[in-house]
């Protein structure tokens, strides 16, 4: 009896395999049909493949670009920087209140700068300083006090700007100026002698002024667009003084007694020659 059922299990176990083995084998028919009727798949094509040569991958140089001519600025003047050597003499003969004075101020020398500014191919103006020590001549008794007085040079100084319309020939150039200017001067402590030879001070004393400068000059450059010789004359009218040195003051001698000091002079006007070089720029 179990034979059977045995026998039984096997007959059933190898039609169920007949029928799996028969779907599959129909399965496999219906895939090639449908294989074949699809298109073929395209060949992938290989990437190009790059240059092992750099340069063959660059792309092909321009053309150079046409040369230009090389084009030279002309030279410009811009500026004028100099040094003078300076000789001034200023008159004088009463003070600022109209009293006769016999102090004198001595011709002496200095030296100036400048400064100058090319407005226009004309018309130049220009910066100046002056500094000149000039002597001193006192006669005894000339500042109210019976003694002989020493004293050191007074120190002077002007500052100003002045116009100057120029013409140029070639390496020559003349100028007239006119400006206006402010100076200064200052008297150091001066010592007065007496009769009885006993000496006492004269305090120092100091004053300023205004001077209108007219002229004329002429430069020649002696060394093209770099460097010219100078040479200029100018006088001035002098006014407006002010200050201790131009008013009366008071001192005291050895023994005691008080004295009254003139007013120093008052400039009349003023004659400057100078001579100088000028860097140009």
């Keep these: 009896m179990p034979s059977r059922h045995f026998q039984a299990f096997r007959a059933s176990v190898a039609s169920i395999s007949c029928a799996t083995i028969a779907i599959v084998g129909v399965t496999e028919t219906i895939c090639r049909h449908a294989l074949a009727d699809e298109p073929p798949a395209a060949t992938p094509t290989a990437a190009p493949t790059s240059s092992s040569d750099p340069a063959a991958n660059k792309p092909p140089r321009p053309p150079p670009l046409p040369e230009t001519p090389s084009k030279t600025e002309p030279w410009e003047h811009l500026l004028d920087v100099g040094g003078d050597f300076a000789v001034v003499a200023r008159s004088a003969s009463t003070t600022s209140d109209g009293r006769p004075s016999r102090v004198r101020y001595q011709a002496a020398t200095g030296f100036g700068l400048r400064v100058r500014w090319p407005i226009f191919k004309y018309l130049h ?49 003349g100028w007239l100026t006119a400006g206006a200017g402010w100076g200064r001067f200052e008297f150091q402590r001066m010592t007065a002698t007496g009769s009885s030879g ?33 040479l200029q004359f100018t006088a001035a009218l002098v006014f407006g003084e002010r200050g201790e040195a131009f008013e009366d003051a008071q001192t005291v001698d050895a023994e005691g007694h008080i004295h009254n000091v003139m007013a120093m002079p008052a400039v009349d006007g003023s004659i400057v020659q100078t001579f100088g070089l000028s860097l140009l720029l």
């Design 198 to 230: 006993a000496s006492f001070a004269l305090r120092e004393r100091g004053g300023s002024f205004i001077e209108v400068p007219m002229g004329l000059g002429i430069s020649w450059e002696v060394w093209p667009k770099w460097i010219s010789i100078d």
């Design 125 to 173: 103006v220009e910066g100046y300083y002056l500094d000149v020590h000039m002597p001193l001549g006192i006669p005894q008794g000339s500042l109210g006090i019976n003694a002989t007085i020493d004293s050191p040079p007074v120190e002077t100084f002007t500052i100003g700007a002045r116009v100057s319309p120029r013409m140029t020939w070639k390496s020559l150039t």
